[in-house]
Every structure is written in C-alpha cells, then in structure tokens.
C-alpha cells in the first residue's frame, strides 16, 4: 500500500474517521488486535494529527496513526467505500483479508488469520457479551 511501512508483515490497517460513530464503537477493539498481536496494527485516520491524537487518547489506542487527508490518496487508491475498513495485509504487502464497517465476525476472522500468519496465539475482539451488535455498517 502506498505511504504504509509494513515492515516485517503481516499487519492490520486500520482506517479510520474520527468523527464516524462506527469507528468510535470500533477503535477500542482494533485495540484488542494491538494488545493480542503487539506492533502489528497501523491505523490511518481521514483526520488530521491533532485530531487522531486526540482520537487515540479517548479510546486508549496505542498503535501508531497517520493522517490520510484530502483528497484521501490512500483511502482512494484502494477504493474505500466506508471507514471503518479493516485490512490485513500479508508479509509480501497483498491484501489477506478486508473487514468493511463493524463486522464481529469479521474482525474475529480477521485476528484468526492474524495469528496464523505471524505465529501467535488466537485472540477473539469482540463476543456477543460484549453488548456491542453483530454488524453495523459505516
């Protein structure tokens, strides 16, 4: 991906807006994956970097963000049709797995593959326990 270091692959990126109530209700378990899988989330927010600063201090995220802003290069040239997205991006820089708005399933899916691809234990992010909904779109 374009302006993304992957450096030693695989990792999720996470895009994000600051300002998107599914990417609020999404943010604290995107932590989740960095707590399960340490290093391995980048999140890229369509905000600037005050803004994604502040955003990260509210919902407790320690994964690095960088901004995309207009006219959003990054978020454009792979076609983002909704924030959040969710990508895992494989060690040779392919995309493995795209996750669209909030999807429990999905996310879960996607810490599986996680954890395959760099040798880690399984953690899921989200359970029906946690009250949060099995799907709400972006």
Known sequence: MPGVDFGEGPRALFLYKVTCPVCQMAAPKVQRLQEA???RIVGIGEDPDEELEAFG??????FASSPDLPPYELSNAYGIRTVPTTFLVGRDGIIVRTVESWDREGLNELSKTLAELSGAAYAPISEPADGLPPFRPG
Do not use: N
């Open 57 to 62: 201090r509210r919902f407790g995220l320690s």
């Open 37 to 39: 899988y340490p290093g």
